[in-house]
């Protein structure tokens, strides 16, 4: 499937190595013939504009301001605050974001849209004035249509997050599937045969994967996927305490509940404690993203915590690809959370 | 004291002012002399550069690259997230900060230093090269060195918070001491006269300031400010319930308690629950941020919420008038938090 993925891109997107192949110079000439074409005699430059026309390459215009005017600038928009719960590791993201763009000779450069402008025209704004090299995006989901709007105008950029969209694009996401079935192993192997889940209704592609690590860890474990032992709602921890009463009412109740988030896995906890059970002994809980409000919870909550600082490093070094212009494999990378393990579970 | 801090800066560092009054001329001749001397009749350039030497003036670097170079780039360290709960608003802050520094033309450059760099080394790194045109400081405390720093180099910044320093310099910051004592009024009026008080211990600003708010607000109810009513804690839940229980064993035990944090609140929720009380029943708890974690408890938080949005907006006021140069009083902005009643007090 990879294999298919790349040719497909490679005929619908000629990338600089083609043209190379095509005109039988090195990539370095290339790119000499597009920034440098002095250096380049005549009629090597003229064969590989040739190719350029014939295979219809257009570098990127990041690739172009490497040498020309980059402003090592990489803008990323600050999510709204009320989306409410939505961004409850922004923080650590930027502090690992910050942290590997000054590795990398880079600086983030923070933006919100004006209110009177469309939110993708502002990455545009951005990207045609060129006060940045490209762009960070976070809150990545479904049909998330910023994507093919900066591979049509040949904005570099990194997602953190997937989305479904047709295209190829360079990613970095937290692997939701596998932390969710790495919880519901932890509590298996601590004996628990009844493992709930309570996460966010589907639809959300961070909430589908996690939703799909609960059936793979269950499978794993060889437990029956069973749906009463199932509750989805939004990352509210109302929400979550209500639907949680719901599961424990139960004539065989979870001893276990794994969950989308941390907000959801504090509702739990209210839940359970509201039934008089002893959280981390009569009821385990797990969160998902080790917000602080992970570690402000009584008993303090074992959780997925997303591996932020690895995910700025990862970006850094897909965006750096990315301007050299080295892109027939924009590549995605999935990282790994780490089980934290405290005494809700 | 006002007026007297003001004449003592007037002497000590001349501004733009006093040297248009000393040479006779308006301060947009001095402003042409320094940034577009050419402009200038040359006897009245002389007289202009005589005041400048004379009085030791010194244009602020930030000034003349508003003509020159200006980046149009604030920048920003993102704080350390290891200081545990220190930031539990960074990403309102941010937001209103960027959302602010839009509307003045400007965007927010996020930084942190190189581990191998003294901190302030990286200001005045990122000062010299002019990435940026000035900086926000966040964190700002007793004997803040970052402020002499950058006043002596002449780079603009505005400060979030105050500090001790025997300077003056732009400031923007939350009342902590109006706040708490609007949150003692709160209770007192609902009834409460045993009101105690949990909060981080003598000697970080803030911190002062929101103790003193609560000495204040008993002051005003008529209450006497008992020593056995009041603990002081580091910014951490366990540490806030153990120091609650051992107010709550008190033979006339409180009715009600007042925080420096919600982080803190979270911890005397956890110790009133622990005893059997009913919180916001029989014991009310008020927390200050209005961080996420304030919704998130169990019952909802009522809490001192930082009005950040009006805090980015008086940064960039600030920001643009130091860049202006106007400088014989940079001022400072209080802004008062407001009291969010949900159900725990």
Known sequence: VARAGRESERSSAPTIRDVATAAQVSRQTVSNVLNAPER????TRERVLVAVERLGYHPHRGARNLKARASRLLGYRVPPTDAGGSNPVLDRFLHGLSDASR????????????????????????GRTTTVDGFVLSGVGYGDERIPFLLDRGVPFVAFGRSDVDRRYPWVDVDGAAGVATAVRHLVERGHRRVAYVGWPAGSMAGDQRHRGYREGLAAAGLEHRLDLEARVVDETRAAAEATSGLLGHDLPPTAVVTSSDVIAAGVIEAGRARGLRIGHELAVVGFDDAPVASYLSPPLTTLRQPLEEVGRRILELFTRELAGDRDDPGGVLVRPDLVVRESA
């Open 40 to 43: 380049v005699h005549p009629r």
């Open 103 to 126: 590795r990398a000779g880079y600086h983030v450069l923070l933006f919100t849209p004006d209110p009177d402008e469309d939110e993708i025209e502002a990455y545009d704004h951005l």
